[in-house]
């Protein structure tokens, strides 16, 4: 089925882009024709070749997206496939770039006459054919990224799109985003630079084109504002927890900061200069405020579109950020945070090197170099790398962060630089002063002197810099949970055993047993918890009334909170806000049928201490979801307790739900009562989804839980019962960070 889904995607891939070419060129040819153009007469080879392509490329598209559209009207996981939704996203991001790409030369060559002096402008015929060859390009573009687009949305309509397709669909949308986002900031910036110049009348910019960056600014924010608003309406819900949504956010935000804090950061060198006298600051001469319109611009434009880009991103993880969303977020700031050390770092090795030389110079009775240039120089790089590496360093944060990898990443990034430098320095420093004592006539006014001072001060950074860093590591790991006590670990059916279970005396022939685990006070309370929890637990089960589920989930999430056997972590339960779960929908309320199991063991991987755990199918519940006839094993525990259980997992696992899968019920654990309604005297019984709950183990990796068998896996999407969990973060790290 997937060669057949490789084959068939892969060929009208191929053809697709054959007609495309073929139509775009036969046009563009046929235009020369109705302007009268005199390349028309020499245009046959052309016509023949994009003939061509026409009429053997449209026939093979044709049919095998005629066979594609039967495989998927027939079966919905063809329809719902990934192959099928990576070939209508790569055709939509594709034609979509390239359209962009026509549309804006369209639009610069029909402004040219408008905003541009060329002095040797092309001739009005030449610009007409150019014109109408890109806008043609641009409409055939158009039509097919629309086409593709339209199919890929019917499929989500009738099918749904989960897992990978969901994935395929964001690397279209959020790439498009990215790509419009920069293309219309930066053709902005240009543009504001330009008018800026102009109306000062100055020449600084006058053999630059006005026209190429409005219409990359038009075409920019057609693409960008496109997908911003179906991103906004249609799949925000879904986007706002994936981990490429945030890469996109993080690499519009590094994008931003740069250009914006590049823009203040030579507006205020310039503005150092010229206080301290410098002449022709950056090879700008006198003409200064013109000189500024690019810096000023890419400030003006980049630093509202930071504020806004950091705005979404802490929107997003106001509402809980997923782990890989959290991973990324930390990349970013940590990355931040060593590059603006670097620079500011630099700025301040530059500010001690120059008032060093100052220094030493009167007296060693040398004439020091010009300072005004330099010290402008290490100024600007110190304040602007200081206010960036404050803005996102912390010198102590929570626990999960000061132990995350992209912060010892950052950690043993600044002790190697620092160290490196210092090495460097100091083998520097100790050169200059050997290189002086071993010459045959040493003099104390000798120019190569002054290096010093330079490499001591450059030397000084780099230990400030290594030390504080030292200290911040030794502080983390000081602030690192105790490993666990190495040792050979004991038997799975050791420790499952209660220490407060009675044990029968052994024969002389049995084995000694193990010592008696010691019996503690903690140790009873946990047992008394436990049976309390249990019983709670099964309370819930038993309410009744006229919004049950209501009340359920209320009380559910208030024992979660606070009951101390509750899974939920315990440094966690004081932010905790309450689980999240699905609109209750009767739809999920349905009648099945349980058939008798066929009686074989089955064993689940736990991951844990209880190793593998053996259960017995011992029925089958067959039911209808949404039209499809469904099927779950009934599981049975073999050994005491027993019970039936049933784990399972939906097209929603992974993306909306845990991707282990959820329980439906467990007997043994007293979480049947609402959930499972037998019919005395039948096999038919009633079971309602809207009770599903995550196992333990998604709250908190202390636990280890059987998970859903791959014969209890659901084609379809069970949006019912609790959501995915998402670890609450505490209130100061509410938005998502400094970012």
Same mark, same amino acid.
């Given at each position: ?19 495309? %070419? ?19 007469? #020499? ?55 390239? #359209? ?39 409409? +055939? ?19 749904? /799109? ?67 608003? +179906? +991103? ?17 956010? #993080? ?208 030397? #000084? ?114 932010? %905790? ?44 519940? +067959? ?60 096999? /038919? ?55």
């Amino acid at each position: 089925m997937i060669l057949r889904r490789l084959y068939i995607y892969l060929v009208s891939a191929a053809s697709l882009v054959v007609v495309a %070419f073929g139509i775009a060129g036969l046009g563009s040819t046929f235009i020369l024709f109705f302007l009268n153009d005199p390349e028309w007469q #020499f245009s046959r080879t052309s016509i023949a070749g994009y003939g061509a392509a026409i009429i053997v490329g449209l026939p093979v598209w044709a049919i095998h997206m005629w066979i594609a559209r039967r495989y998927a009207l027939r079966d919905p996981a063809e329809r719902a496939s990934a192959i099928r939704h990576l070939y209508f996203y790569w055709a939509c991001l594709v034609f979509a770039i390239f #359209f962009v790409v026509n549309l804006n030369n369209a639009l610069a060559l029909a402004l040219r006459p408008w905003l541009d002096n060329l002095p040797n402008p092309p001739p009005p015929s030449e610009g007409t054919r150019q014109i109408l060859q890109s806008t043609w390009n641009a409409l +055939v573009l158009l039509a097919i990224w629309l086409l593709h687009y339209r199919m890929a949305a019917r499929d989500r309509s009738a099918v749904g /799109e989960q897992g990978a397709s969901a994935t395929l669909r964001r690397w279209y949308m959020y790439v498009a985003l990215f790509i419009g986002f920069v293309l219309m900031l930066y053709s902005g910036a240009t543009v504001l630079k330009l008018l800026w110049a102009n109306g000062l009348n100055s020449k600084l910019y006058q053999y630059d084109s006005l026209s190429a960056p409005v219409g990359s600014l038009v075409t920019g924010f057609i693409l960008w504002s496109f997908h911003a608003r +179906v +991103v906004a309406t249609r799949h925000i819900e879904d986007d706002r927890k994936s981990t490429l949504r945030a890469v996109e956010g #993080f690499l519009a935000v590094a994008l931003s900061i740069t250009l914006a804090l590049y823009g203040g950061s030579q507006i205020l060198y310039y503005s150092l200069a010229r206080l301290l006298g410098v002449d022709n600051p950056g090879g700008l001469g006198n003409d200064i405020l013109a000189g500024l319109a690019d810096p000023a611009s890419k400030l003006i434009v980049f630093a509202p579109a930071w504020l806004l880009v950091r705005t979404r991103l802490a929107r997003d993880a106001s509402t809980g950020e997923a782990k890989r969303q959290a991973g990324i977020r930390r990349l970013y700031v940590n990355l931040a945070s060593l590059v603006s050390l670097a620079a500011m770092a630099s700025g301040a090795g530059q500010v001690l090197w120059t008032l060093a030389e100052q220094a030493e110079a009167p007296m060693i009775g040398v004439s020091p170099f010009d300072w005004k240039n330099p010290l402008s120089i290490g100024i600007t790089l110190f304040a602007v790398g200081g206010a960036v590496w404050l803005a996102h360093w912390r010198q102590a944060p929570p626990a999960e962060e000061r132990q995350s990898a992209s912060r010892r990443l950052y950690l043993w990034g600044a002790l190697l630089g620092s160290v490196m430098a210092g090495l460097a320095f100091a083998v520097a420093l100790v050169y200059s002063v050997l290189q002086q004592l071993l010459q045959q006539n040493p003099r104390l006014n000798d120019l190569s002197n002054l290096d010093f001072g330079h490499y001591l001060a450059a030397l #000084f950074v780099a230990l400030v810099v290594g030390l504080y860093h030292w200290q911040v590591m030794r502080a983390d790991a000081r602030a690192r949970p105790p490993a666990p006590p190495l040792g050979p670990a004991e038997p799975a059916a050791e420790t499952a055993t209660p220490p407060w279970a009675a044990t029968a005396e052994l024969s002389e022939g049995e084995p000694t047993p193990a010592p008696a685990a010691e019996i503690t006070a903690a140790t009873l309370q946990d047992a008394i918890d436990l049976a309390d929890w249990r019983r709670r637990v099964g309370d819930l089960y038993r309410l009744k009334g006229d919004d049950v589920i209501a009340e359920f989930r209320r009380k559910r999430d208030d024992l979660f909170k606070t009951h101390p056997q509750s899974p939920i972590e315990a440094d966690e339960r004081s932010h %905790f806000a309450g689980l999240t779960y699905f609109a209750p929908d009767p739809a999920f309320r349905v009648k099945a049928r349980m058939e008798p199991g066929d009686g074989n063991e089955l064993e689940i991987e736990t991951g844990g201490e209880d190793g593998k755990i053996k259960y017995r199918r011992v029925g089958k519940l +067959v039911f209808k979801l949404d039209g499809e006839e469904c099927s779950l094993t009934v599981l049975s525990l073999v050994q005491y307790a027993g019970g039936l259980f049933v784990p399972f997992k939906d097209a929603t696992a992974g993306q909306e739900t845990y991707g282990g899968g959820r329980y439906l019920f467990d007997t043994a654990k007293d979480t049947d009562g609402l959930v499972l309604e037998p019919t005395p005297g039948s096999t /038919e019984v009633t079971v309602d989804f809207n009770y599903a709950y995550n196992p333990s183990c998604v709250y908190g990796e202390r636990w280890a839980c059987p998970l859903a068998p791959p014969e209890n896996t659901l084609k379809v999407a069970v949006r019912a019962g609790e959501r995915m969990y998402e670890h609450p973060a505490e209130p100061e790290q509410g938005s998502g960070g400094p970012v």
